[in-house]
């Protein structure tokens, strides 16, 4: 469907989170207190089920603060359903299990887990010269050119420097895709491991073998994510202590149909890196040395990709879908169409725990959308003008 470079949240060629855009500006108005190094551990209930504030622990103090209107969880995919559950909100049975007392049996809360699985490690690596190396990327000259003027490889997104998008799928919408693949200038074994592996988390002996030929080398990547899984996990808790992490199954690849669209992926990414353009143009040689677990099976084989697929992929970190938005009909859905939580009032989550379905491109944006949104649904539910 194209290629594209990603779009990115920068401000004079530095990274501009929504702290930076939405929190830093507001710090001084009257109505605004930002209570850092907090955790919140429950929402409290009056008697009529409706969330009065929130109890939170600050150094080794318990403390709580009180909402005159409403409360607003915006913890993200992870924790916003973690609190809901602690709180006494979710799937009975499982609130029984930890003696929680349920004060909403909402089946919904934690389940629905999407994520985009990526899979890195399809390297190429190319003569020296003809692509990036780290002194290229971080390098002085590039801190100079950064320094003086923002531009260069280290005002660029660091890790995926291009989009390719394609819909493999026979069926489904045509117009949208169903694969996205990660362009990273940098091949993972250029740094010898110090960095880029860390970051991506390869096991180490993995990484050690497999990248063994292509240490230090110039080179670049290609990733494949499914946009638009099937698969679904659930966040649960562990216990009901809400300084325990809680129970993460992404459950990747439990549907059948995103291995084969990996499957897919693969084949699209091989047949990129194999073009006159970039095999004969910039010389690039894909890493053909078998990973270390899927020897048993013919190199390049469909098998062979499927156990490539199940060793390599993982998470693109964008969990999303554990407190959907749904219409009353759907028993999963656990809040409305303007982000009110079921069973309850005063009580919204606004993150991208309430999508759905996840989108099907990284959802950064997207989840400054859904806050933009929510505040429009506060805004009118309270009488406050809204900007159309
Ligand atoms: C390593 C990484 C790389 C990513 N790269 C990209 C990218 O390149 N492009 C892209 O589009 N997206 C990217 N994402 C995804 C993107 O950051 C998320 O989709 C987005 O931030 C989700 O926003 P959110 O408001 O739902 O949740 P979050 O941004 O997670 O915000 C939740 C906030 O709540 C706080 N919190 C949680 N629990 C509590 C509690 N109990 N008490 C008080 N505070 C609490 C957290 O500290 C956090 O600040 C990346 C994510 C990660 C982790």
């Not at 996205?180 to 096991?203: C, R, T």
């Not at 879908?321 to 939580?341: N, Q, R």
Request: proline residues 7%; hydrophobic residues 35%.
């Amino acid at each position: 469907m194209g290629f594209s470079t990603p779009d990115v949240t920068v401000k004079n060629g530095k990274r501009h989170t929504a702290a930076d855009a939405f929190l830093r500006p507001n710090l001084q108005r009257p109505n605004l207190r930002l209570q850092s190094g907090s955790q919140v551990t429950k929402i409290i209930f009056d008697a009529d089920l409706r969330a009065t504030g929130v109890e939170y622990k600050q150094g080794r103090r318990i403390k709580r603060a009180f909402a005159r209107k409403e409360v607003v969880v915006c913890a993200g995919a992870i924790d916003s359903p973690k609190l809901l559950l602690l709180s006494g909100i979710g799937p009975q049975q499982h609130l029984r299990s930890l003696d929680i007392k349920t004060l909403v049996d909402s089946p919904g809360v934690g389940q629905n887990l999407q994520d985009h699985p990526s899979l890195l490690g399809l390297s190429w690596s190319t003569p020296k010269g003809r692509g990036s190396s780290l002194k290229r990327v971080l390098g002085p000259s590039s801190q100079l050119l950064y320094k003086r003027s923002r531009k260069g490889p280290l005002s660029a997104p660091f890790g995926v420097e291009g989009n390719a998008w394609m819909r493999l799928d026979d069926g489904g919408d045509p117009t949208v895709p169903d694969m996205q693949f990660l362009i990273v200038a940098l091949q993972a074994g250029v740094d010898y491991g110090f960095l880029l592996s860390q970051a991506i988390e390869f096991k180490e002996e993995v990484y050690r073998e497999y990248f063994a030929p292509y240490q230090g080398r110039e080179g670049f990547g290609i990733g494949p994510m499914l946009t638009v899984p099937k698969s679904r996990g659930s966040v649960t808790l562990r216990s009901s202590d809400p300084f325990d992490q809680p129970l993460i199954d992404p459950n990747f690849l439990s549907h059948p149909d995103d291995m084969e669209l990996f499957l897919k992926g693969i084949k699209f990414a091989l047949s990129i890196g194999n073009t006159t353009a970039m095999r004969d143009g910039i010389g690039a040689t894909f890493n053909d040395k078998p990973l270390p677990g899927c020897q048993t099976h013919p190199w390049g084989s469909d098998d062979y990709w499927r156990c490539f697929t199940r060793h390599m992929a993982s998470t693109t970190y964008h969990p999303a879908g554990t407190c959907k938005m749904a219409p009353l009909t759907d028993p999963l859905g656990v809040v409305t169409s303007t982000l009110k939580v079921r069973g309850v009032s005063g009580l919204r989550v606004i993150d991208t725990s309430i999508m759905p379905f996840i989108t099907s491109a990284n959802t950064n944006a997207p989840a400054i959308m859904i806050g933009e949104r929510g505040a429009d649904f506060i805004k009118e539910d309270h009488g406050a003008l809204v900007d159309k």
